[in-house]
């Protein structure tokens, strides 16, 4: 699964908005929005934080088949 779906997915099972995971990533909404969109991606620190907010593996936000 793409990054992007991924990370929506996980937000969404976690019932919260693009606005609740921006303020605890400390971005915009916006932000959010474009990494959902595939517009682009966020950097391998923020994704450890996403992994973290979102309790991930941070294996499942990195486009890699294992």
Do not use: C, H
């Not at 994704?47 to 593996?57: N, Q, S």
Request: glycine residues 4%; negative net charge; aromatic residues 6%.
């Amino acid at each position: 699964m793409a990054f992007k779906e991924t990370l929506a997915a996980a937000r969404e099972q976690r019932g919260m908005t693009q606005q609740d995971l921006a303020e605890k990533l400390y971005v915009t909404r916006q932000a959010v929005s474009r990494w959902e969109n595939g517009e682009t991606e966020p950097s391998v620190d923020m994704r450890k934080l996403i992994a973290t907010v979102l309790d991930v593996p941070v294996i499942q936000l990195f486009d890699i088949d294992v």
